[in-house]
């Protein structure tokens, strides 16, 4: 995987699995949970680092709809949802998918 020091989302990353927070799905991506945040939140990041969408290869691409929709059916079993929202906040410096 390519990390790029200094870039928060790339530390996070290399971290998989060592608290039980941070967890991968498929090859290229990881989801974790934000933490004091005010809803139910969770964040899919690229494991390698990407700064936009048109840098994901093929496989990145392909998973990416499959890890959507895993997350999104996690967070609508969560008690109290009533909508789940998926947005890209990418503000970071650097930034990262």
């Known amino acids: ?30 989801i974790n949970s934000r933490v004091g945040h005010e809803r139910p939140a969770l964040v899919i990041q690229s494991v390698a680092h990407r700064e936009r969408l048109t840098d994901l290869d093929p496989k990145e691409r392909e998973e990416l709809g499959r890890v959507l929709a895993l997350a999104t ?25």
């Open 1 to 30: 995987m390519s990390h790029l020091s200094g870039c928060l989302c790339c530390e996070i990353a290399s971290q998989l699995n060592e608290d039980d927070r941070i967890f991968p799905l498929g090859s290229g991506w990881s």
């Open 73 to 97: 059916e996690h967070v609508e079993r969560m008690p109290g949802v009533e909508k789940v929202y998926v947005s890209i906040w990418n503000e970071n410096t650097p930034s990262h998918v």
